[in-house]
């Protein structure tokens, strides 16, 4: 469905009903990515899955940043009337959700951090963002996908589940150019969360495919030590998008936080 805010049009996707959790896709995704999460039968809880700015259905907005990002899914909980939620994110989804908390703790109940990490950039990630932009600028989001593809999954699915990486490069394929410039900009310039990370006071679900090469299992581990009331779970034969390549473990994981932790 699609849902108006001051900042333009929402592209989102709903199931069941209790407890909100929100679900931010990671790059240069869409909120498909969230779909095994909303078909898994999840009892109590309100699945949510936006297209982040610039993405799938979603408005792209002025000066894209994790902070500005924020304003925007805090304007989409607004709309919705919802006041505080579980907020999970893979990967870009995931720094996103670590901003989040740190500009409004006061609308989050839980948070789940899959894939993801909260470093910032270093000065060659930075430089490897601006040669991405000058490539979907030449030639397009496929380029991208093509450049991406790889790493994107672990070893085990690259080798066993087709399916999913199919549907991973064609997910990739749509994401408008403009959309991948921006989100380019955002993570480049994404500060470092790590001193934020033990003033978590929420519970925290953190979650890693162990075939993850983009953000390896110790990125999980290192976040895991240093948020206080947090739950570590590495999930086997998965890479980085550990919720499409295991979806009903990771289904699963989600479930049994939400209803042990939040509800
Ligand atoms: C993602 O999956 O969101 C990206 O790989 C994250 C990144 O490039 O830092």
Redesign the pocket.
């Known amino acids: 469905m699609m849902v108006k805010t001051a900042y333009g049009s929402v592209g989102i996707e709903t199931a069941g009903d209790g407890i909100p959790v929100v679900l931010l896709?990671?790059?240069?995704?869409n909120r498909t990515l969230w779909s095994p999460q909303l078909d898994f039968p999840m009892s109590g809880i309100y699945r949510l899955t936006p297209d982040l700015p610039g993405f799938g259905e979603s408005s792209a907005i002025e000066e894209p940043s994790v902070e500005s990002w924020s304003d925007w899914l805090v304007a989409l909980l607004d709309t919705m009337e919802l006041d505080k939620v579980v907020l999970g994110g893979?990967?870009?989804?995931?720094?996103v959700t670590l901003a989040f908390w740190r500009r409004y703790p006061e609308r989050v109940r839980g948070l789940i951090l899959a894939?993801?990490?909260s470093g910032a950039?270093s000065a060659e990630?930075k430089k490897k963002r601006l040669e991405m932009q000058e490539l979907v600028a030449a030639n397009g989001s496929g380029a991208v996908a093509d450049q991406?593809i790889t790493?994107?999954v672990g070893k085990t699915t690259r080798e066993q589940r087709p399916a999913v990486v199919a549907t991973l490069d064609a997910m990739m394929r749509k994401a408008s150019p403009k959309g991948v410039h921006d989100a380019l900009d955002v993570?480049r310039n994404r500060p470092d969360s790590t001193p934020f990370l033990p003033r978590i006071t929420v519970p925290t679900l953190i979650i890693c495919g162990d075939e993850d090469v983009?953000?390896p299992p110790d990125e999980s581990r290192a976040m895991a030590r240093d948020i206080p009331d947090s739950h570590l779970e590495i999930v086997p034969k998965a890479g980085?998008?550990s919720n499409l390549e295991a979806p009903d473990t990771f289904s699963g994981l989600l479930m049994a936080f939400v209803q042990a932790k939040i509800l």
């Open positions: 896709h990671g790059f240069p995704h893979l990967s870009m989804g995931g720094y894939d993801t990490k950039d990630g991406m790493g994107m993570m983009l953000t980085h998008a």
